[in-house]
């Protein structure tokens, strides 16, 4: 092994930028840069280099001491760095403030999520998360010291989801947030849910099936658009919008004019409406005639309120957005007057549940791939998912694959349309 030479202040003073071996101790070297330096130390253990950084200021007579300190714990089997590391988390967790609850910590997690404007565009989310901190988790590790909550206590919180699969992925998913937050703020040192769902399945603990949503059969779907236009209020001819567009609640609730381009017939979504966020994702719906028809009637409509920017305001709340609840009370009204004449109502066919708004994006899903209809053959599956506006499932994320497939889309769209509208034109 070569042994560096024994360098003196003066000659470290006068080294150029790099990286130099001053001597004296095994490993000790010194990063130049040009305006600063750094002392450091360089060791193997088990074949893995580390470079373990000094504190800077300190003359090299007492670097090469402190250098030759901790050469002897690597002596003893003990690592500098994780050593360092250790002491740092015991410091900072004795700074904690006594007693910190999980409810105290999960408050603190809340304000700087605020603060970094998280929750601005997210204030649905924000409330699920609290419900869910009141419901699932507070009743049992609320008001426990953090650095007691254990892998048993998150056990004990993901079996209480009466064996749902879905809440209890939920529910795991915000623990690892708040405790990997609490990790990086050095007021713990591991995260209990890691080992969490291993111990579960070990336990034998099982999943019940994930629901989808209930949805109409594509067969019944000129019926029901029927009777939206039958009723031909704002409320149903927004309904009859977002089957026709296949658009999520939320996007077609929070619809302005401005989104509508009439002469090209597309809808472009914002960002901040959408249920996936991200700069490059696109969000443009193309709109069939049907569609266009709707917004006109409700443009009739809108005269004896006065023009609004909303599309579909809600004319009995000062026009302000209908809420999230609103399609499932509208479809409560309206499954209760069929069911009345025909003792089934509006239901799925494979369930016998009451259909939900978002699960007509599944009817149009069947439809779009009926042999029945020969729509397997005729339509790509790739476009169906783009009209739901889902993202690419390739790893890359349409990383090489950008195509937007806009000319098939506005065919399988306008196809959709005259479906939709088959029960009206037939009258």
């Known amino acids: ?19 130099h071996n001053v001597g004296g101790v095994l ?3 010194i990063r130049k840069q040009k305006t600063t330096y750094r002392y450091f130390l360089r060791y193997h253990i088990d074949g893995r280099r580390f470079c373990f950084n000094l504190p800077r200021g300190l003359p090299l007579k007492q670097v090469r001491v402190l250098a030759q300190t901790y050469r002897q714990k690597l002596d003893q089997g003990i690592n500098p760095k994780e050593d360092v590391k250790t002491k740092k988390s015991k410091v900072a967790q004795s700074l904690i403030v006594d007693g910190m609850t999980f409810r105290q910590l999960t408050s603190q997690w809340c304000d700087y999520r605020e ?9 649905k989310e924000y409330k699920v998360v609290l419900a869910r901190f009141q419901k699932y988790i507070y009743p049992i590790i609320g ?11 998150v056990v004990t919180i993901l079996s ?13 998913t915000l623990l690892n947030h708040v405790f990997k937050w609490a990790i990086v703020k050095k007021y713990r040192t591991d995260n209990p849910v890691d080992h969490a769902c291993m111990l579960m399945k070990d336990m034998g603990m ?9 949805s109409l059969d594509f067969h019944e779907v000129p019926s029901f658009i029927k009777r939206l236009m039958e009723i031909h209020t704002i409320p149903s001819l927004m309904f009859c919008f977002s089957i026709l567009t296949c658009a999520r ?31 490059t994702r696109f969000r443009t719906i193309m709109l069939n005639e049907q569609s266009l028809y709707v917004l006109k009637e409700c443009k009739k409509l809108q005269q004896s309120y006065g023009l609004n920017q909303l599309v579909f305001p809600n004319v009995h709340c000062c026009l302000q957005p209908y809420s999230d609840n609103f399609f499932m009370s509208f479809i409560r009204v309206e499954h209760e007057r069929k069911k009345k004449d025909d003792s089934v109502g509006w239901v799925d066919a494979k369930t016998g549940l009451r259909i939900t708004q978002h699960g007509f994006r599944s009817s149009f899903k069947t439809w779009s791939v009926s042999d029945e209809l020969g729509n397997n053959k005729k339509y790509d599956r790739n476009v169906s998912e783009y009209c739901l506006l889902h993202s690419k499932s390739d790893p890359y994320k349409g990383g090489y694959e950008r195509c937007s497939f806009e000319v098939a889309r506005r065919e399988m769209m306008d196809d959709w349309g005259k479906w939709c509208w088959s029960a009206i034109n037939n009258e």
């Open 249 to 279: 609640s939320q996007t077609v609730r929070l619809m302005t004019w401005k989104e509508i381009d009439f002469e090209k017939k597309i809808w472009t979504v914002p960002e901040e409406h959408d249920k996936v966020k991200g700069g």
């Open 115 to 123: 603060k970094i404007h998280y929750w601005d565009n997210r204030q």
């Open 160 to 172: 209480a989801m009466n064996g749902s699969e879905s809440m209890t992925e939920k529910i795991k």
């Open 143 to 153: 008001n426990k010291n953090i650095l007691n909550i254990t892998t048993d206590d």
């Open 27 to 29: 490993g000790l070297c």
């Open 206 to 214: 099982k999943y019940k099936d994930i629901r989808n949503q209930p």
């Open 1 to 19: 092994m070569k042994i560096a030479k024994v360098l003196s202040q003066k000659e470290v003073e006068t080294l150029p930028e790099g990286i």
